[in-house]
Structures are given as structure tokens and as C-alpha cells.
């Protein structure tokens, strides 16, 4: 499609527009990130709908188990599986295409490490939308498929208008997949990106923050209401 | 619930209020879940922009080229909303009634099989052009700019000829789908088959020689052709007026085979007694 659009010329409009030939490697950490995240945001969020649709939410509320290890970890298992599938699939094509960028690879994985964590808060804002909405599936695919476009997954966010690039400002995939392209496409380390790691990391504390606090308040309302038994 | 067994002996009225009573029945239906309705609004043009924006990394570098590279994409996407009408639409309106235990009432009406289909068919049809017309102003707010669109009339009239084949085509579908039942599978298959072979988001030109027979063999190419032609004034597969000719013809003998198969299948089915297994 690329070629038939930008004909003979097709590669350089890419280099141009994103500053490396490397179509594969530029689109697949992209892609690779935004599955990653879609994993997570959908697991820990949907983790409680189907203990709900079995009918064993309340005896899971009602264990004596924090709220916050309860929704990551029912969601783990999911999760470790799909890092460990980036981790395999990512380093597989590095090792073919880009041999020797593996001390690129190790800090681009750190990034993708810390850059889940906000995203587990994402997940608590949806566990909470669940016990109030019920039906996550709709919503959980489209806010992913913001997050797609928003977060330069298959190009980068300055190609948006300038309204779309202040949203993608203030989600954690725009900046893990941009930090990553800049390690591993472009000789950058975690160091000289400080900046942008910063901003992650302060989006660590506060997704994760406002998600719990968003989730408890739907839940106590639920208690109140007796939303908790409906499915 | 409106009468659908309407007491006039006026063929075009009875079948009309039929029509009515089945498009009535689905949308309600639809509306009943405002998830679905969400999920149509939002997920589907995001899914657009989510590869149309990729794509256009690849386009000269001038605004005219990127803005024909949106619409060239935007066009490939109306073709595959248009054909998702079809699977989704008419092809699996049988099976829904077959697996919600409800296709021998259906069938037991005394109305017409193809007004039931054709009011699920309008409803999808009806929800896909509000996306479609939606997704149009998206764009031009996303800065993709303004749609091309060089020949509205004959866009129009092959859109039409397209509707004419798909409808065609859906009641083969469902015709199948109630003889084998494994829905999913086979809409996947037709489905995929259908967005890399048509060339529906790209020309069949740069398809490999060997599988270029298989594209040219699809009556949905000259189809996706000649809208693309009337669109974006992009050269066609034959010579034009030939190419008109067989896309009306093409149009026409899916009709006519889609219903002829489909009142067979459904003839077949009630002798082995199968309408019912689902």
C-alpha cells in the first residue's frame, strides 16, 4: 500500500517524515507496544467481569485481600505472557535485522516495563467502569484503538494536529513508544531521554493513583446501590 | 409490534409493510444495546485512521499527495464497511435467527423471506453510510482534508450496482450459512478473501501475476474498480464502457443467482429437516 501511494519514492517519504528507513523495526515496536497495552488495559479491566458473569465477585470482594493485589493479580498470568511474547518477538527480529543493539534493546525493554505500570491504572478505571457498566468489551476496544491512533503507533505523533498531539501528551504509550524508537532507531540512551522518562515515571504515580481512587468510589457506590450482584 | 401479515392484496404494499416490520424489528433490536451503537460510531472509524495515517508516511511529501492518499485509503475503507453490510448484514441474518432458536417462526410467517432479510440488510446499510458520512468529517477535521470525489453521479451508479451484486451475494451467504451452519469460519474467510483479492485498498495491478486471475474472476473487483474510477479518476481495469457493461450484467446474474440459491437451499433444508440444528 505504501509503495502503490508514494511509488519508487515510497521509503524516502517514510525516512523523511520519521527520520529512519527501518519501515520494520520503526512499525513493529509501535505495534508491538500497542498490543502489549491493549493486553493489559483489557485484562486487568475485564478480569472482574468475568468473575462477575461466574458469580464469584462478591466472594472475591468479600476475601480478605487487598483490592489493589487482587486486580493485578488475577491479571498477571496474561500479562507475563504477552511481555514475555514482545520480549521474544522484538528481540528476535533486532537479532536479525540490527545485530548487536542489544544493550538498545535491555533499556528499551526497561521503558516498556515502567510504561505498564500506568497502564494498570488505566486497567483500574475500567474494573470500575465494569462493576458500574457491566459490558467492558465495546469500551475497552475503543479506548485502545484511541490509544493506537493517539499514541503514534505506526507513525509519529507530530504528523497529528496539534489538538490530537496534547492528548497524546498525557498518555504513557506516546512516550514509551517514542523512547524506544529513539533507543534502539536512533543511538539515544535512557540517560540523554531523562526528560521524557521523567514524565513517565510521574505518569506511573498518577494513572495508577487516580484509577484506584475512581475504582473504590464505583465500588462503595456498587455496595451501596447493590450493583455488585447484577451482571 | 406493527402487522406484518398486512391485509392487503396489493402485492407492493404487503411486501412494503414487511420490509417496514423487519427493518423496525432489527433496529429496535440494535438500540436496545447503546454499546453496539458506541462501538459503531467510535471503534470503527478509529480503525481507519489508525492505518490510514500509517499509510500516508509513505506519500510524497506535498499536501495534495497526502490528501489523496486519505482519500484513496478512505475509499478502500468504504468498500470494506459496504461488504462488511453484506457478511454481517444479510448473511447473517438467518444464522442469528438460527441460533437464538427463532428461524422456523421466522420462516413460519406468512411473509416474505427476502423483506425479512432486506429490513436487517437496510438497517446495517442505513448505520454504515451515517459511519461512513461521520468518518468523512473525522477526516476533514484530523487534517486529512476534503474527500475526493471527481464524478458523483457515476460514483452513485456503480454504488448502486454494487448494492444490487452484494445483496446477491449476502443471500448466497445466508443460503450457506444455513446449510453449514460454521458462521464464523466461513464470514472470516469470504470476508479476508475479499479485502486482499478485490483490491479494495489497493489497485489489482500490483497483485502477483498467478493471483491476479483470482482477483480478475471477482465480480466485487470491477465493481471496487469502477467506484474508485468515478472517485479518484484512477485508470480502469478494461476499457471503460466495457467495464460498465459487465458490472451492470455481473450485478444483475448475483441477483438472480443469490435468490435462486438461496429459495433452493431453504427448500432443501426444510425436506432433511435441518433448518432447525443449528
Keep these: 500500500m505504501g509503495r502503490f501511494i508514494g511509488g519508487g519514492n515510497a521509503a524516502l517519504n517514510f525516512a523523511t517524515r520519521t527520520g529512519t528507513s527501518n519501515v520494520l523495526v520503526y512499525e513493529m515496536l509501535g505495534g508491538a507496544v500497542w498490543m502489549t497495552g491493549w493486553v493489559v488495559v483489557e485484562d486487568v479491566g475485564v478480569a472482574l467481569r468475568d468473575e462477575q458473569m461466574k458469580g464469584t465477585l462478591e466472594q472475591n470482594f468479600l476475601a480478605p485481600v487487598n483490592r489493589f493485589t487482587l486486580l493485578v493479580g488475577i491479571s498477571l498470568t496474561d500479562i507475563a505472557i504477552t511481555t514475555a511474547i514482545f520480549l521474544i518477538v522484538v528481540g528476535a527480529t533486532l537479532a536479525f535485522t540490527m545485530p548487536g543493539a542489544y544493550l538498545a534493546f535491555f533499556q528499551a525493554f526497561l521503558i516498556l516495563l515502567i510504561g505498564l505500570v500506568p497502564l494498570f491504572g488505566i486497567g483500574f478505571l475500567f474494573s470500575g467502569f465494569v462493576i458500574k457498566f457491566k459490558e467492558p468489551y465495546v469500551f475497552t476496544q475503543m479506548v485502545n484503538l484511541i490509544f493506537g491512533t493517539l499514541t503514534g503507533t505506526y507513525y509519529p505523533v507530530t504528523i497529528l494536529p496539534y489538538w490530537a498531539q496534547f492528548l497524546s501528551g498525557v498518555l504513557p504509550q506516546t512516550y514509551v513508544i517514542s523512547n524506544m524508537r529513539q533507543i534502539i532507531l536512533a543511538n539515544q540512551t535512557l540517560v540523554s531521554l531523562y526528560g521524557s522518562i521523567f514524565i513517565l515515571l510521574a505518569l506511573a504515580l498518577v494513572y495508577p493513583t487516580i484509577g484506584y481512587v475512581v475504582f473504590k468510589k464505583l465500588e462503595k457506590d456498587a455496595s451501596v446501590t447493590g450493583e455488585l450482584s447484577k451482571y | 409490534m406493527l402487522l406484518v401479515n398486512y391485509p392487503s392484496t396489493d402485492t407492493f404494499t404487503r411486501l412494503g409493510e414487511e420490509f417496514k416490520a423487519a427493518f ?141 451484486g452484494s445483496i446477491g451475494f449476502g443471500l448466497l451467504f445466508a443460503g450457506l450459512t444455513m446449510k453449514l451452519k460454521s458462521y464464523n469460519t466461513l464470514s472470516n474467510l469470504v470476508f479476508f478473501g475479499y479485502m486482499i483479492l478485490t483490491g479494495t485498498l489497493f489497485p489489482v495491478t500490483v497483485i502477483p501475476m498467478p493471483f491476479r486471475y483470482v482477483s480478475l474472476a471477482i465480480p466485487f473487483t470491477y465493481f471496487i474498480d469502477l467506484m474508485r474510477h468515478a472517485a479518484l479518476l484512477t485508470p480502469t481495469i478494461l476499457p471503460e464502457s466495457l467495464e460498465y457493461a459487465s458490472a451492470v450484467l455481473l450485478a444483475f446474474v448475483m441477483l438472480l443467482v443469490g435468490f435462486v440459491t438461496f429459495n433452493w437451499i431453504e427448500q432443501d433444508a426444510r425436506v432433511r429437516g435441518s433448518i432447525a440444528t443449528s
Excluded at chain 2, 448484514?89 to 438460527?98: A, I
Excluded at chain 2, 468529517?137 to 484530523?142: C, D, R
Design chain 2, 24 to 164: 423496525m424489528k432489527d433496529f429496535r433490536s440494535y438500540i436496545r444495546y447503546p454499546a453496539w451503537l458506541v462501538g459503531d460510531l467510535v471503534s470503527t472509524p478509529l480503525w481507519f485512521f489508525f492505518f490510514a495515517v500509517g499509510v500516508t508516511l509513505f506519500a510524497p511529501t506535498t499536501q495534495t499527495s497526502i490528501y489523496h492518499g486519505y482519500s484513496f485509503f478512505f475509499f478502500g475503507f468504504i468498500f470494506i464497511v459496504l461488504f462488511s453490510t453484506t457478511i454481517w448484514g444479510t448473511g447473517q441474518s438467518v444464522r442469528n435467527e438460527q441460533t437464538a432458536g427463532t428461524l422456523e417462526q421466522f420462516f413460519l410467517a406468512p411473509a416474505n423471506r427476502l423483506t425479512l432479510i432486506l429490513g436487517r440488510w437496510a438497517r446495517i446499510f442505513i448505520t454504515d453510510l451515517l459511519v461512513i458520512g461521520y468518518t468523512t468529517v473525522l477526516l476533514y477535521l484530523f487534517g486529512g482534508g476534503p474527500l475526493f470525489l471527481y464524478e458523483p453521479a457515476l460514483f452513485t451508479f456503480t454504488l448502486a450496482l454494487f448494492e444490487i
